[in-house]
């Protein structure tokens, strides 16, 4: 089951602030804090079926009690590489098209080396979803026909 589809219990939405629990859904659950960089600390919950710091209960065990995955894991391999693909060119200014567009040129202030670096990952990913395309056109209407 996908957790993003199950009632939430986020951390951020109880005051946290000088306790060391909380009452989720009625139960009580115990909370953890951990420093933060730059001041202050922050809360977690204590999951109460394994012990874990976890930010959001679904809605009083976490994920990996419950067994729930996150919409991502349940994509397939094709899927998560053009979801990556176009985050990679977004990341160049492409807006809006898929794939099919020309590539972005490179953002005024990006860095040369930046921008390689950024294309080449995203061609690859490209280089792997059209493999996997071709890899499932029937025979006579591989490259010649495209
Ligand atoms: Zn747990």
């Not at 009452?23 to 115990?30: F, L, Q």
């Not at 919950?45 to 976490?62: D, I, K, S, T, W």
Request: with cysteine; glycine share 10%.
């Amino acid at each position: 089951m996908i957790c993003e589809r199950v009632e939430q219990s986020r951390i951020g939405d109880f005051d946290t602030s000088g306790r060391h629990w909380v009452h989720v859904c009625g139960h009580r659950v115990a909370l953890d804090f951990t420093a933060c960089n730059l001041g202050g600390n922050r809360a977690w919950f204590l999951c109460p079926g394994c012990n874990r710091r976890c930010g959001v209960l679904y809605p009083l065990e976490c994920r990996l009690c419950l067994g729930l995955r996150y919409a991502s894991e349940a994509k397939g391999v094709q899927d998560r590489d053009y979801q990556q693909a176009f985050k990679l060119r977004h990341s160049l200014g492409q807006s809006s098209g898929g794939l099919e567009q020309p590539f972005p040129p490179k953002p005024r202030l990006m860095r040369w080396h930046t921008y390689l670096r950024i294309r080449k990952q995203a061609q690859a990913r490209e280089a792997r979803i059209l493999g996997r395309l071709a890899a499932v056109l029937p025979h006579g209407l591989k490259q010649s026909d495209a």
